[in-house]
Every structure is written in C-alpha cells, then in structure tokens.
C-alpha cells in the first residue's frame, strides 16, 4: 500500500501521510486537511476516525480479537486477576510477584473514603439510581483530594489513578448500602480487591460475611471483561474532558456519566429488564419482530457493536461464567434459558446475521450479577467500577502524549446564515 493518500478538492490535489500502527487499519494523517483546503472531514459517530494514538487495548472487530497491552482477553479472564489487569494497562508489562505484592497493598491502602464524603450520600434520594451516586461522589472527589490534581505531575497523576481504581468500590457499595438503608461497611485490607467489594455491599456490621470464593473469583473475572475496550464513547469522553487540563476526578466523572446510557454501559440493566419482559421463550418472536421493524424503536438490548462485527469475546466468557457460577451456586434462572434461546433464535434470523448483530457484553452480564444479588440498578455502577481502570489509564496515556491538545471539533454547520436584528414591536 502507498504510504501517501492523495486528495482531489476543488482547485487543489492534496496528499497526506499514512501512518501504520503495529497491527489493525492504517490511517490517513489529515491533520493538515483544513489548513490546506479549508474542508473538514465528516464523520458523525466517529465510525472511520481515529481520535489518538494508544498502545492499551487493541480490538479486531472482524475476527472477535481483543487485546490489553497485547495479551488477549480470554487469557487474562482465564489465568489473571483483575489488579494484574489494572497494573498492566497502568504499567505496559505484567507485574512480577514483589510488582504485584506491592501494587495490591499500594490499592488496599486507598480504599477508604473521606468521612465527609459518607455525608455527601445523605443528600441523595434513597431511592437515587446507584449510577446518580457515582457520578456526584466521584466529581467530588476533586473536593477532597487536592493532593493529586496536578496533572503535569507523573507522581500526582499515579496516586489520582490509585485512588480512583482503589474507592470505587467503596463508592460503589455505599451507593448499594444508602439505597436499601444498611449501614456502610468500611473497607476490610484482609480482602482481595473484590473480596472486599462483595463484603462492603452485601455484608453487615451484625455478623461475619464470608466472601465465596467461587463468586469472588466470576466477579474478578467481569470486572477484567470490563476493564477497558479502547476508544468507546466513555474513554472518549474522558480523553477530552481530560484534554481541557480538567482534573482525573472530574474526567471519570464525566466517563461514568456517559457509560450510564443505554447504547453503551446501561445496556447491561436495560438487557436484563428486557429479558424479564420477554419472559418466557414463547415470546421470543415477538420481540425479534419488535427488533426488526423500522417504526419501532426497540432494539435488543446486549445485541450489536460498533466494532465487533463477529461474536463480542468477552460475551463468550461470560456465557462460560454464568453455566459456572449457576452451577456453584447451585442455582438456575428461566431468565438464562430465555438468554440462551434467543441468542440462538436471533443468529438465525437474516436481519441480525446481515446486520452482523451479535451479543456483546451486556447481554448475559446482568444473568450473573442477578444471581450473585445485586440489583439491575446496580449493573451499570459495577460496570463503571471496573472500566475506572481504563479510563486512568487512557487518561494517562493521553497527558503524557506530546501531541495531545484540547479536543475542539468542527461541524458542518446548516442553520441560519447572518440576518439582522428585529425589536420584538417589529415582529
Ligand atoms: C457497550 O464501544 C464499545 O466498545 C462499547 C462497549 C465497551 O466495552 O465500552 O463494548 C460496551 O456499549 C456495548 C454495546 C451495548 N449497547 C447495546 O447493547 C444497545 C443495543 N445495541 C445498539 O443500540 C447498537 O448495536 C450499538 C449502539 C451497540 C452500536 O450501534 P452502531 O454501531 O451505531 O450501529 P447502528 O445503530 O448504526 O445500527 C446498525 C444497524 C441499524 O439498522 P439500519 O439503520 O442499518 O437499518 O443495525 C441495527 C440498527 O437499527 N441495530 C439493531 C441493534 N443494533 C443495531 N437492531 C436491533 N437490535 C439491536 N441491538
């Protein structure tokens, strides 16, 4: 392939650059596009635009790949944890055994929250989604931590990321906690990272939780299929919020708010509520046609990617995880066989396989998260936990870029041209 792309505009042949990366499309270098033509491109969605150079994840959409830091993800779901994960997207290399000893102390140590911050959760609601909560506290953090705001500072930046991957857990299970009226539970640095997340949520100060193992190690497990998935529409907002110079706190803030949406990190909750509306597999053909037709502006929820155009890999684990976790726990979900089956029934039908519409991430998480007990509510709030991992570390990558500048689009801009002022007696 050339290593130049050539443009013919109006008056003018341009040429630009194309870069390649180690693996996946190569890209046109447009950045001198407007200044030499006075054209923008249009790409609505970002559908053929690349935003940044990244080194983190790397997705083959075609052929179901997905890469953190080059290691695929159902390795690292398989033999991994989810604080190896989080040193690797943070660090670039997996942590030797002293690496990873001291990181995980380097995170217990960060998991309380300011006590102020407990009286911050007493202005909401009881009944305020988990994910309102999490947007509030976590922009609030910039209130507290004034230590770690400094963004040109590397070591400023690390102890921002730690704190951040380190109490959203805890943020997370207050939010549970203030919803069903339980007292908060404090951190407890005897626990995995996830031990201690399960016994915050779901233990009480009235006897001793005990984390089951075979629960902690699925949740591990969910938390690294979330943990980053290159430029989706929550990283990007945090890469520009961070772009501003904003403080870490306010830029996973940002990313939380965007994640709640229910084309993106709510369709988690929004495929379970779906999947108890259908209900039952007799009613499968009725939402399938609901799904198809252009006037209804139902979609099934959990089914389709921007990338993926195969089989989503990390709906492959997850699947995997639920017959486990099930099977542990020795329970078993009509909700599941309706999962199941219409999954099969949908990648028969012409629509979603000319679509290349296939179940992503979302579509079996709330199965196992329902059967561990957290509420649908809390779904999104799990979710937004586990991808603060890749946000710290896009958000990283993106400071300590020496070509990263404020994010500032353009438009194609179809309103109005200049008119004159008319006093409200004239008109
Ligand atoms: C996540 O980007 C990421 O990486 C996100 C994520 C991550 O880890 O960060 O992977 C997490 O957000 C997963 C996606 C979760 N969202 C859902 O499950 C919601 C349902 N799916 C969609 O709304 C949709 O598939 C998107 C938003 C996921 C992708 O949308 P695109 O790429 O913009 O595709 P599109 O909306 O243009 O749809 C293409 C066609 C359309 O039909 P036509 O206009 O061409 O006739 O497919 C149809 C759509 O109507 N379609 C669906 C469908 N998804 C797309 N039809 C029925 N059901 C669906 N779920």
Known sequence: MSDTAKLQVPGKEVEYPILTGSVGPDVIDIRKLYAQTGTFTYDPGFTSTASCESGLTYIDGDEGVLLHRGYPIGQLAEQSSFMEVAYLMLNGELPGQDELAKFNTTITRHTMLHEQLATFYRGFRRDAHPMAVMCGVA????????????ITDPKQRMIASHRLIAKMPTIAAMAYKYSVGQPFLYPDNRLSYTGNFLRMTFGVPAEEYVV???VEKALDRIFILHADHEQNASTSTVRLAGSSGANPFACIAAGIACLWGPAHGGANEAALNMLHE??????????IARAKDKNDPFRLMG??????KNYDPRATVMQKTVREVFKELNVSDPVFDVALQLEEMALKDDYFVEKKLFPNVDFYSGVILSAIGFPTTMFTALFALARTVGWVAQWNEMISDPEQKIGRPR?????????????????
């Open 139 to 150: 922009g609030a953090l910039s209130a507290f931590y004034h230590d770690s705001t400094d």
């Open 212 to 214: 089951n193992p075979v």
């Open 278 to 287: 259908i209900g039952r597999p007799e009613r499968i053909p009725e939402f």
């Open 303 to 308: 089914f389709g990617h921007r990338v993926y």
């Open 411 to 427: 438009q194609l801009y179809t309103g109005p041209t200049q008119r004159d002022y008319v006093p409200v007696d004239k008109r």
